[in-house]
Every structure is written in structure tokens, then in C-alpha cells.
């Protein structure tokens, strides 16, 4: 495993950039920062177990277009100097309205060229062809085109590309979260077990054993259509009308490495950070009551 770092010298951090994909959204966990867990951190804390002293930073946040990430990422991952990156950006782009994706594709392989440029061991991820409902079909064509190009540039780059497109796990719905476009809990573990294995780190997440998906009555299936459509769909295209994004008020998860413990993982962590501040209080009572 440890070969994947000798052109960084052997750096052991990790950067994630990205969006919601790599913030993630979908994977619900009120004690981590942001309220989510996802993939990224996953990743981060098996790394942490095979080889203890792994550092960790994510600076993807949700909604993100791609020359956000461009702009406020990029910089501050050069400047870590990670010997691990992994990048997804580009698919808030493909959902938006008049996107010229030549031109986007141009400013992705002016980023991925920084990043490989750094010397670290760089993880490229496609999109998903997410089948959700015929109101989504128009953008299917963008998504066909980013996939092709991003495989090009893993190639071109030397980078490992993780083929999510490819993942047949994610035809079965349990694998997503309400909104059908973010993966649930189920599907950001196993995207993790993918990335791992591309990187040769061991683990132990295993694919969820479930039973047969019910086939769902005309009634159910339209009733589910409704609220999603209710629930998802009009308030993603009224935000999109108005020009703000669910991560407007949002910070970097982990904006800068965090040592990743070997045990208990970033959870262990956040209760140290809290038992440290709960602290404070009592021990600046205590130094002003002796002086």
C-alpha cells in the first residue's frame, strides 16, 4: 500500500475537493461537522488504520460549480501539500441551465493538470448515470461527454480513476438518498470500499447483503413521484431561478488536516475537540480565582 506515496515523499495527508459528492450529503451524522459523514472520511480513517500518522483535510462543500472549487480550493490543496487528492467537479455545472461544456471541460483539465502537477497520488472520479426521471433526461448527454473526457484525462494525467458510472450496486435505490441525487449512507460505503481497493489500502466495508427490492404498486410509485418531485425537484429549479445553492452558508468540513485517530476514527475526534472546550470555561474560572 505504501507505494502509492513515494512521489510525495511519502507525505501522509489527504485533500478531498469537490461538492456534495465529496462533502457527503446523504449520509446523515449529527456529530460530524456539516451534520454528514460520507465516502471522504471513510477513506481517510481506513488509511489512518493501515498506516497510523494519516492527516485529513476536505475542503469540498455542497453546490459547488466548478470554478468555486477552482477559486477557493485549489490554492489551499496546493499549499497542504497532500500526497493523496481526490477531485470530483463539474456535475452541479452539468445540472445548470446553458452550460457550455467544452469550456468546462477545459477549466476541469486545467485543474486536474495543478493537481497531478503536485506529484501526489491523484483519485479522478465519472458520474453516475443517474436515472431519476424523464424531467432529468435533457442533461444525460452532458454526462455522457464529462465521463468520456475525464477518463481521457486519467489517462493522460497518470491518475487512478474510480468508474462510478460503471457501479452496476447503484441500479438498486436503497443505494440513494431521498432526493435520488446524492448517494445514502449504504452507497457512500461502498463508494468508499471502491476507492480504497483502487488505492490498495485494506479494509472490511462490505456490501450491504439486502434482500430483493419490493416491487412497488402504480399507486406507491406515483405517490413516491409526487413527493419527489414536491420535495426535491421544484425546490432544486426555484434555487436555481434564484441563484443560491443549499451551500451558501456552509463551511469546509475539515478545512485544514486533522490528524485521523487510528481508533474511533473522526468521531473519537470531534469528542476530544468538544471535551477541550467544555473545558475552558472552568479552567479560566480557576486562573481567575487564583489570581
Known amino acids: 500500500m505504501g507505494g502509492f506515496l513515494s512521489s510525495s515523499e511519502g507525505r501522509r495527508l489527504y485533500v478531498a475537493l469537490g461538492d456534495s459528492f465529496t462533502e457527503g450529503v446523504g449520509d446523515k451524522n449529527k456529530h460530524l461537522p456539516n451534520g454528514v459523514r460520507g465516502w471522504a472520511d471513510r477513506v481517510a480513517e481506513k488509511l489512518a488504520k493501515a498506516e497510523p500518522g494519516w492527516e485529513y483535510a476536505n475542503l469540498a462543500v455542497r453546490s459547488k460549480r466548478l470554478r468555486q472549487i477552482i477559486d477557493e480550493q485549489l490554492e489551499h ?3 497542504l501539500k497532500p500526497g493523496l487528492i481526490t477531485l470530483y467537479a ?4 452539468i445540472l445548470d441551465f446553458g452550460t457550455d461544456m467544452e469550456q468546462l471541460m477545459a477549466e476541469y483539465e486545467e485543474l486536474v493538470a495543478r493537481l497531478a502537477g503536485t506529484g501526489a497520488t491523484l483519485v479522478l472520479f465519472t458520474g ?4 431519476v426521471s424523464a424531467v432529468l433526461e435533457p442533461f444525460r448527454k452532458r454526462n455522457d461527454l464529462y465521463n468520456q473526457r475525464v477518463r481521457e484525462l486519467a489517462a ?14 447503484y441500479h438498486d435505490r436503497r443505494m440513494w438518498a431521498a432526493d435520488r441525487l446524492h448517494m445514502s449512507k449504504a452507497g457512500h460505503k461502498y463508494l468508499a470500499a471502491r476507492v480504497l481497493d483502487q488505492l490498495g489500502v485494506p479494509h472490511k466495508i462490505s456490501p450491504k447483503d439486502w434482500d ?9 410509485w406515483e405517490r413516491q413521484q409526487r ?4 420535495d426535491w425537484v421544484f425546490p432544486l429549479f ?3 431561478l434564484r441563484g443560491v445553492t443549499l451551500g451558501d452558508s456552509l463551511s469546509p468540513r475539515w478545512p485544514e488536516p486533522v490528524k485521523v485517530p487510528r481508533k474511533g476514527g473522526l468521531r473519537k475526534l470531534v469528542e476530544q475537540r468538544k471535551l477541550v472546550e467544555e473545558r475552558k470555561p472552568a479552567e479560566q474560572t480557576e486562573a481567575q480565582e487564583t489570581a
Not at 463539474?90 to 455545472?93: P, Q
Not at 453516475?128 to 436515472?131: A, F, G, Q, S, W
Open 128 to 131: 453516475y448515470d443517474v436515472k
Open 227 to 230: 413527493r419527489w418531485i414536491h
Open 156 to 169: 493522460k494525467y497518470a491518475a487512478v480513476l474510480v468508474d462510478y458510472w460503471c457501479m452496476d450496486a
Open 238 to 240: 426555484r434555487r436555481k
Open 90 to 93: 463539474g456535475g452541479n455545472d
Open 77 to 79: 490543496a496546493l499549499a
Open 212 to 220: 430483493p427490492p419490493r416491487r412497488l404498486k402504480l399507486r406507491e
